[in-house]
C-alpha cells in the first residue's frame, strides 16, 4: 500500500460515492416565482442590493430575502456558486 493511502490520502469507492459524500449538489430547480427569476437577473448583472430595491420598490432586505430563497431552492450557498449556477444553467447571461 502506498504510503499516501496508508495516511488517507485516497478514498475508496467511486469518485461519485466520495463527490457526493462531499456534502449537497445543487438542485436541477429553477427559481419559482417570476420575482426570484428578476432579481437573479439584476444580481448577474452586478447590482447591488440596494439599487436592485430601489429598481424594483422594495427594500434592499426584502431583495436579500429573495436571494436567500433562491440560493435555497438551486442549493447553493454562496454568492459564487449562485452566479456560476445560474449562468451554467442558462439563468442569466454575461
Same mark, same amino acid.
Given at each position: 500500500m502506498p504510503r499516501a493511502a496508508s495516511l488517507g490520502f485516497f478514498a475508496? !469507492?467511486?469518485v461519485?460515492? *466520495?463527490?457526493?459524500?462531499a456534502g449537497p449538489q445543487p438542485s436541477r430547480r429553477q427559481p419559482s416565482t417570476p420575482r426570484q427569476l428578476e432579481v437573479l437577473r439584476l444580481l448577474g448583472g452586478g447590482q447591488t442590493m440596494k439599487e436592485i430595491g430601489a429598481s424594483? !420598490?422594495?427594500?434592499?432586505? *426584502?431583495v436579500a430575502f429573495h436571494e436567500y430563497r433562491i440560493m435555497e431552492v438551486l442549493g447553493v450557498r454562496t454568492n459564487a456558486e449562485l452566479l456560476l449556477h445560474?449562468?451554467?444553467?442558462?439563468?442569466?447571461?454575461q
Amino acid at each position: 500500500m502506498p504510503r499516501a493511502a496508508s495516511l488517507g490520502f485516497f478514498a475508496e !469507492g467511486s469518485v461519485a460515492e *466520495t463527490c457526493s459524500a462531499a456534502g449537497p449538489q445543487p438542485s436541477r430547480r429553477q427559481p419559482s416565482t417570476p420575482r426570484q427569476l428578476e432579481v437573479l437577473r439584476l444580481l448577474g448583472g452586478g447590482q447591488t442590493m440596494k439599487e436592485i430595491g430601489a429598481s424594483l !420598490g422594495v427594500s434592499p432586505r *426584502t431583495v436579500a430575502f429573495h436571494e436567500y430563497r433562491i440560493m435555497e431552492v438551486l442549493g447553493v450557498r454562496t454568492n459564487a456558486e449562485l452566479l456560476l449556477h445560474s449562468l451554467s444553467r442558462g439563468l442569466i447571461r454575461q
